[in-house]
């Protein structure tokens, strides 16, 4: 194993140090490992032994230079505080839920849920589906699959390509089938990219994601606001940065999408804020709510950042996990102003865009956050929690 570490170069702050975390996963396949000293401002990397290490570390140093902020008054704004909470465990719960059958591994980032953690994961998609009715959502049931052609609308892959998984079927030849059938059956390094067509298809990073193309090219009438609220399996290519159940390649999102005028958008939003202050305050969850920005991972990645954050269009709910020291993102609300509206013509009669915004709950980790910081012994925690989860 060939080691390097390399300093920072700049004064990074907890969502600098994020941005490398996810965004240096996808650098190079020579990268075994890498691990950020926070303290000390320094990464420090594991490569495989035949790796070039001096082309590498090139390559990294100009890969960690993109993430330096935009400019120094470039900050985080802190919208509610809840770090003061005192957290019951300290424990890691991962293996404690694998032991009792919770939780079955079945491939890296990909797992199966079930007994307490699963009928506790669902009790709070209830709620949350409670909420969204309060709201007036419609729900959907949207496909998983989001088409390439209309990713390219809205600039998907010039953002964050990185998250793509792919969807593609075979070419419909007898003997192209039949090749492949005997392949896969024999060899380890067959090339299933040979007999394939180009994918024209990809699994969705985000439920929202076909809920814009729904409404392409329709006007909407003067003061006429919606919203939709759905649920299901996202996926993500997450590279090294899969962890326990704080990320994973695939995992379940409730949301709910607005599109209206910005007024609507934006008072939609801060219920689904106040929602979360609420469910935090209940069961004294130790977290914090604040701005953040999407993991872009473009050549003009500051420029989109700096966007992000000065505009403070986009919102993470992050709850701490004691055993990891990593604030969790578990729930992001999102102003997308302009964007999608413009990207698929959906205006108002008077041909105004309209405005959008959703708000997702990753379902995992809200309920493994939870469990982080009560541990796996549900008899021992506090009544509010019982009650709510009715055990």
Not at 26 to 47: A, G, P, R, W
Request: glycine share 4%.
């Amino acid at each position: 194993m060939v080691k390097l570490s390399i300093d920072i170069g700049f004064e990074a702050n907890d969502v600098d140090i994020e941005n490398l975390q996810t965004g240096l996963a996808y650098i190079s396949q020579d990268i075994e490992n890498f691990v950020i000293d926070k303290e000390k401002q320094i990464i420090h990397f594991e490569l495989k032994k035949d790796s070039d290490a001096s082309q590498l570390e090139v390559l990294l140093k100009e890969a960690i230079l993109k993430f330096r902020p935009f400019s120094e008054d470039d900050s985080t704004v802190i919208l509610h505080d809840f770090k003061s909470y005192e957290v019951a465990n300290s424990e890691n719960v991962f293996s404690a839920l694998v032991e009792r059958g919770d939780i079955t591994e079945y491939n890296e980032g990909y797992f199966a849920l079930s007994g307490k953690l699963l009928q506790n994961m669902k009790k709070i998609d209830e709620e949350l589906l409670i909420f969204a009715r309060s709201l007036s959502s419609s729900e959907v049931i949207f496909p998983i699959t989001t088409q390439i052609s209309n990713l390219n609308k809205h600039d998907f892959f010039k953002q964050t390509p990185q998250f793509a998984n792919f969807i593609s079927t075979l070419r419909e030849d007898i003997e192209n089938i039949s090749n492949l059938s005997k392949g896969l059956s024999g060899d380890d390094e067959f090339k299933i990219t040979e007999h394939v067509h180009d994918p024209k298809c990809m699994c969705r990073s985000a439920v929202c994601l076909n809920s814009y193309p729904r409404y392409e090219n329709k006007k909407f009438r003067e003061e006429q606001n919606i919203a939709l609220t759905s649920v299901g399996k996202v996926f993500r290519n997450e590279s090294k940065n899969v962890q326990s159940l704080e990320r994973l390649h695939e995992f379940s999102m409730r949301e709910i999408i607005f599109f209206g005028s910005a007024e609507y958008v934006d008072e939609s939003l801060k219920k689904c804020v106040q929602w979360c202050v609420d469910f935090i305050k209940k069961f004294k969850l130790k977290s914090i709510i604040q701005s953040a920005n999407d993991p872009f991972f473009a050549e003009n990645f500051s420029t989109l950042q700096f966007y992000q954050r000065s505009q403070v269009s986009k919102y993470e709910v992050k709850l701490f996990n004691p055993a990891s020291q990593n604030q969790v993102s578990c729930a992001s609300l999102n102003n997308h102003g302009t964007h999608f509206s413009k990207a698929f013509n959906i205006k108002f009669e008077n041909d105004e865009y309209i405005f959008t915004g959703c708000a997702g709950w990753g379902l995992e980790r809200c309920i493994f956050m939870i469990y982080a910081q009560y541990g796996v012994e549900e008899e021992k925690w506090p009544v509010e929690l019982r009650e709510f989860f009715k055990l």
